[in-house]
């Protein structure tokens, strides 16, 4: 299969590559007074461009800090909780599609938890993960977010297991879904429920800066209190109880800036992310430089956007040191770039000083493309000083990778070492780093169906002519993706009219001879094939949901692709794939059953951390109110969806269906 895209160069009314205005740093004004609206929602207070103008702007970082926690009675006393004091250290956290093949064993149907965690243990080790459970699913029926969480069999053993195992674990909150099942409930209160029923921690505000005030207070009233994370710049007036925000899309001045919110609080947790990456080392470099963490996010919504070797090292160096270290990055005193020599600026290396006590941290980035070799300290060491990234004792120059991150600890004469230090030094040394920026690329992989037992159709099975079809294919953009690659490589948010676009593909296909039924199996002929065969599913749950009061002629539904390809087999047949689907639905004799509901085509594929399968036809139902729903209606035979496929059951829906095929001898012809 081959795949041509239009020309997009007419739908694009801005450059997808460079920063918006929203996104860039904002310049502080000598003395720190800057109108609250902009400075409150400030992203990142950028550096001067100068060194010389640098104590200046710490100054006037400092007095900003003082006015506006004095103007807004800042008090702090959330971060002060012995129950929600873990949100300061999360430094890593990680966006997880609740069904990721790493996470979940669809032949055994299973949650796998310590496969995952082996997976991305290249990674560094993660604090916390985001379960993600209903975009971009919801809406194929009227199942609202609460329910994609509640209709998961063993969701809170699932959750108990990753306590066990250290990590701390968020909802997702989707603000948008407002056209699905309603339960008379408000969102506040079912979100309360959810989150005590699992057993969760934090909940994640999607599309949110911040939860409303009923939202708060519902939330932070549950046992354990919920932590709340946004998904942009978190404004002033609600660091006090939001206790963590995502830095997404922050553009950084040269020298690295100042997040705001967590210079505002040092205990606001911040992690920053952009999620079409291939080159993470500015979101590293800003995090190292603030103190702050990381969103790691490696399969987006089904596009597998994996961190390349060299982000993966240094996100590694980066997570032993502040975990190690937090003490001393959340109490000691912050010196954003302060302490580099004149050559060390020059070529593109900054550092920052954190002092608590007799110890000195002191944070280094080298924003150029080559390794740098030097001291890049003015300050002489008084005491023993060490490279905590490369785990050795520092008598002299340093290595800082291109693109990368180093740490050099100070303690003062005759201080004693701190307790982390040995065991943080002995990790490091036995890291090798990696200098590999490649993109870590997958395929996603098309599941071969079986060939079809017997070659006699019913004379009604519409014949489809074999050979080479070209093939015009219609499908929304979304953040999906279609067949493979991501859809916004390297973009800043992606914004209409490149999100949620009608787009057209030509795919050159090849085709053997096929018949497809001419309508979907129906309920009663799906209830003879229990009745004959004794099938039973592997996970019964939502089994035939849809057809409980249906008339026998209507399609059946309820069914997973297995519980499908069951039947085909049973019949001697299989499951047309997408193309065969659509050249016979062009066909005459192609037909609907009614309702109309998707149908399942032999066109499962997985990457080994997506499985997704491309539905057609088109369904009765649509979800309205939000462009986040997945498409509903019923549609032409080119349109394509790509149906990522959850677990348990929860594929299962009373808008999909399914019809089948059959493989003709060659020589047969339409």
């Known amino acids: 299969m081959t795949h041509t895209d239009p020309d997009e160069a007419a739908t694009n009314t801005f450059d997808p590559l460079v920063p918006r205005p929203i996104d860039l740093p904002t310049t502080l004004p000598p003395g720190g007074k800057i109108d609250p609206e902009a400075g409150d929602v400030a992203k990142i207070f950028a550096a001067p461009a100068d060194p010389a103008d640098w104590p200046a702007w710490r100054a006037d970082l400092a007095a900003w800090r003082d006015e506006a926690r004095e103007r807004l009675a ?59 459970h209903a975009y971009p ?14 209709d998961v069999p063993g969701l809170a053993g699932l959750v108990r297991e990753l306590h066990d195992r250290g990590l701390r674990v968020f909802v997702d909150y989707n603000p948008w879904d407002t056209g699905t099942r309603r339960t008379g409930q408000d969102d506040a209160d079912e979100l309360a429920a959810l989150v005590t029923e699992i057993g969760a921690d934090g909940v994640f505000l999607d599309t949110l800066k911040e939860g409303d005030a009923k939202l708060t207070r519902a939330l932070t009233a549950t046992e354990p209190p919920q932590v709340l994370e946004g998904e942009s710049r978190v404004p002033n007036q ?13 553009a950084d001045s040269e020298a690295p800036g100042v997040q705001r919110a967590h210079w505002y609080e040092r205990r606001h947790m911040m992690h920053s992310i952009r999620r079409w990456n291939r080159d993470h080392s500015g979101e590293l470099q800003s995090a190292w430089m603030n103190g702050t963490g990381i969103l790691v996010w490696d399969a987006v919504f089904g596009v597998w956007v994996g961190w390349n070797r060299r982000d993966e090292a240094t996100l590694r160096r980066m997570l032993r040191v502040q975990r190690a270290a937090a003490d001393l990055l959340i109490g000691g005193e912050w010196a954003p770039l302060e302490g580099a020599t004149p050559e060390a600026v020059a070529a593109g290396v900054h550092v ?42 520092v008598h002299g120059a340093i290595a800082v990778p291109a693109r990368g991150i180093a740490g050099v600890l100070d303690l003062a004469p005759g201080a004693a070492p701190p307790a982390w230090l040995d065991g943080l030094l002995r990790e490091a040394a036995a890291d090798p780093g990696s200098a590999d920026a490649r993109f870590p690329a997958r395929e996603a992989v098309r599941v071969r169906p079986r060939p079809s037992a017997i070659a006699s159709p019913p004379n009604t099975a519409v014949r489809v002519e074999p050979g080479p079809h070209r093939l015009t294919v219609a499908y929304r953009r979304r953040e999906t993706g ?28 090849e085709t053997g001879p096929v018949a497809v039924a001419a309508n979907e199996v129906s309920v009663m002929q799906y209830r003879i094939f229990l009745d004959r065969s004794g099938y039973e599913p592997q996970v019964p749950h939502r089994f035939l949901c849809g057809t409980e009061d249906a008339d026998p002629a209507a399609p059946v539904t309820g069914v997973s692709l297995e519980d499908a390809r069951a039947y085909a087999a049973w019949a001697g047949a299989r499951l047309p794939d997408e193309f065969e689907w659509q050249l016979a639905a062009g066909r005459p004799g192609f037909t609907r059953r009614e309702p109309a509901v998707w149908n399942w085509t032999e066109s499962e ?47 299962r829906s009373p808008s999909i269906g399914f019809r089948i095929a059959w493989d003709l001898p060659a020589k047969e012809t339409s």
């Open 352 to 393: 920052s000083r954190w002092t608590l006590d007799d110890m000195t941290l002191w944070t280094i980035v080298n924003r150029r493309d080559v390794d740098w070799v030097g001291d890049p300290l003015a300050a002489p060491p008084t005491g023993r000083r060490f490279d905590v990234t490369a785990g050795t004792e």
């Open 137 to 150: 699913v919801i809406g194929i029926d009227d199942r609202n977010q609460f329910d994609y969480y509640r």
């Open 482 to 509: 279609f067949y493979q690659g991501a859809p916004y490589i390297e973009e800043w948010k992606p914004l209409p009219p490149r999100l949620h676009d009608h787009r057209e593909a030509v795919l050159d296909v």
């Open 74 to 132: 800042y008090r702090g006393t959330a971060y002060e909780d012995p129950r929600t004091r873990w949100a300061s250290r999360a430094y890593a956290v990680a966006q997880v599609w609740l069904w990721d093949e790493r996470l979940f064993d669809h032949a055994e149907q299973r949650f796998t938890v310590d496969r995952f965690l082996e997976s991305t243990a290249s990674q560094g080790g993660l604090d916390g993960l985001v379960l993600w």
């Open 605 to 651: 594929h997985s990457d080994g951390v997506t499985r997704f399968a491309m539905l057609k036809g088109g369904g009765a139902y649509r979800a309205e109110g939000s462009d986040w729903y997945t498409d509903g209606g019923v549609r032409d035979p080119e349109f394509s969806l790509k149906f990522l496929l959850p677990g348990l059951g929860l594929e």
């Open 238 to 250: 609600r660091v006090e109880d939001h206790l963590l925000s995502w830095a997404q899309w922050f």
